[in-house]
C-alpha cells in the first residue's frame, strides 16, 4: 500500500519561499511511469495542481505558477519537494500530494498539509 505524507512550515511570511516535502512509502518515486504531483486547495476554492515531477526525474508547472514553482526529488529518501516562491496571502491553502497513477488518475494522496502566509 502507498502511502504518502506531507510536511509543511505552517506559516509563511509574504515574499518568502513556501517548502513543503513529500515522503512515499510503499512504493518508490522512481518505479516506471508514476507521476508525483503537488495540487492545492485554497479556503472555499476548488483544487489547483501546482504541478507533477515523473519517475525519470521530468518536471511538469502549472503556467501560472511557473515562474514561482520548482519541483525536485531526493531518491534516497523517496522523498519529493515543493518550493513556491514569493508567496502572498493567496497562496494560503492547503497542499496535498498525489500519485498519478494508471490512466491518468489520481490513486494515492496525502492528508494535506495546512499552509498559511500572513506577516
Known amino acids: 500500500q502507498v502511502q504518502l505524507q506531507e510536511s509543511g512550515p505552517g506559516l509563511v511570511k509574504p515574499s518568502q519561499t513556501l517548502s513543503g516535502t513529500c515522503t512515499v512509502s510503499?512504493?518508490?518515486?522512481?518505479?516506471?511511469?508514476?507521476?508525483w504531483s503537488w495540487i492545492r486547495q485554497p479556503p472555499g476554492k476548488g483544487l489547483e495542481w501546482m504541478g507533477a515531477i515523473a519517475y525519470d526525474g521530468s518536471t511538469y508547472y502549472s503556467p501560472s505558477l511557473k515562474s514561482r514553482t520548482s519541483i525536485f526529488r531526493d531518491t534516497s529518501k523517496n522523498q519529493f519537494t515543493l518550493q513556491l516562491s514569493s508567496v502572498t496571502p493567496e497562496d494560503t491553502a492547503v497542499y496535498y500530494c498525489?500519485?498519478?497513477?494508471?490512466?491518468?488518475?489520481?490513486?494515492?494522496w496525502g492528508q494535506g498539509t495546512q499552509v498559511t502566509v500572513s506577516s
Open positions: 498525489a500519485r498519478v497513477g494508471d490512466f491518468f488518475s489520481y490513486d494515492y
Open positions: 510503499g512504493g518508490s518515486i522512481t518505479t516506471n511511469y508514476y507521476y
